[in-house]
């Protein structure tokens, strides 16, 4: 398995956004200025409406839900003609929305929050993940039973945007990052941890968790720091949108969510079958089945955790965006307080489970 294909967008997003933006700005939007018919499905003789769905990263099962919704034909019931771009080190979601690349996309809301303060004319609609899927991960040798113990440790991120939940922790517990604890730069894959070369590391519970499982370390001999459990959780995938889009395609944008939302509710309930619809896009010599299948599961338990009602998919929690825009304010992500009135909208969701 190619550790890199399975990283989602560990990129240095913001370094890229100007270059990347003029460069993409011909690209034309996918079904930009159609309306959806009032009814499910398209209107007798009417074209599907066309919108791109741009992912964060390569095909797996972190976006289950948006390929299940396309296998079992849930867009096209909709009257929508959905085209799913794969990401990639070099594709920054945001930047294809804004650009017209693409309609709709899918990033961390931190990122979301950064390039809106850009000034690119984004605007979440539906939040798809309600917890984060961020570990700290050590060997019980290391000595790090509780959050406290990190002081005096080496610990990995893979940083460029994806530190900032840690500094929020080492914040939380007193700790300067530059003197209490070695914090370091992690690659892409679990070498270095699976080395002893980091006392902890950072993991994603659906990806590089799974990665140390896979490689024979038992549950058994790990400790895990939950950010979810430690307070300084931070929002993931969520969908959001082009706003001058977004203007003229209000129904369209709701069909789409109400049929993703119906995708990710039927992948938490077939897994399997998931994965083989994912299977289908994934690049054969990128990943396994069974690694794709362990990761479903993990997902689901983000998309929908223990005591949430899948009937609530999608939806926008204020209190828990507040957080992740709070901690992304407090370590530098956007300079000023986001407006939170703008960032996001609940009112596609709305439309979409009326």
């Known amino acids: 398995m190619k550790m890199g294909m399975t990283r989602r967008g560990r990129r240095g997003a913001l370094a890229k956004a100007g270059a990347a933006l003029a460069m993409a700005a011909a690209l034309a939007a996918c079904g930009n200025g159609q309306e959806t ?3 499910g499905g398209a209107a007798d003789g009417a074209a599907a409406v066309k919108i791109g769905l741009q ?10 839900g948006y390929y299940m919704a396309l296998e079992k034909g849930y867009y096209k019931e909709e009257g929508l003609d959905v085209d799913i771009l794969p990401g990639g080190p070099d594709i920054v979601p945001e930047q294809q929305v804004a650009s017209g690349a693409a ?75 530059a003197k209490d604890v070695q914090f370091a730069k ?12 980091l006392d902890a590391a950072s993991a994603m519970t659906y990806n590089e968790y799974q990665v140390v499982l896979e490689q024979g370390i038992p549950e058994s001999e790990l400790n895990v720091i939950d950010m979810n459990e430690e307070g300084v959780a931070m929002l993931e995938d969520n969908l959001f949108a082009n706003a001058d889009w977004l203007a003229d395609n209000k129904e369209a ?17 077939q897994p399997e079958a998931a994965v083989d619809a994912v299977m289908k896009a994934a690049e054969a ?42 901690i992304a304010l407090q370590f530098g992500v ?11 909208t609940t009112e596609i969701y709305d439309m979409a489970v009326k």
């Open 37 to 39: 018919p009032a009814a």
């Open 55 to 64: 992912l964060k990263w390569v095909p797996q099962a972190q976006f289950a």
């Open 103 to 177: 309609d709709i996309g899918v990033d961390w809301v931190a990122s979301l929050l950064a390039h809106q303060e850009q000034g690119l004319p984004l605007v979440e609609i539906a939040q798809i993940y309600q917890k984060s899927g961020l570990v700290l991960v050590s060997k019980k040798s290391a000595g790090i039973a509780a959050a406290a113990d990190l002081k005096g440790k080496k610990v990995g991120n893979w940083m460029g945007g994806n530190e900032f939940e840690l500094l929020a922790l080492f914040d939380k517990l007193g700790l300067d990052p």
């Open 186 to 197: 992690q690659g892409f894959t679990m070498d270095q941890f699976l080395a002893g070369e």
């Open 253 to 269: 944008a709701a069909k789409f969510v109400r049929a993703s939302i119906k995708g990710w509710q039927e992948a938490i309930q």
């Open 285 to 326: 010599d990128s990943t396994s089945r069974d690694h794709q299948l362990k990761m479903m599961q993990e997902v689901a338990k983000l998309v929908a955790p223990d005591g949430f009602d899948p009937a609530g998919i999608g939806k926008i929690d204020e209190a828990a965006f507040k957080q992740t825009a709070d």
């Open 334 to 344: 956007i300079s000023k307080a986001a407006d939170l009135g703008a960032a996001y």
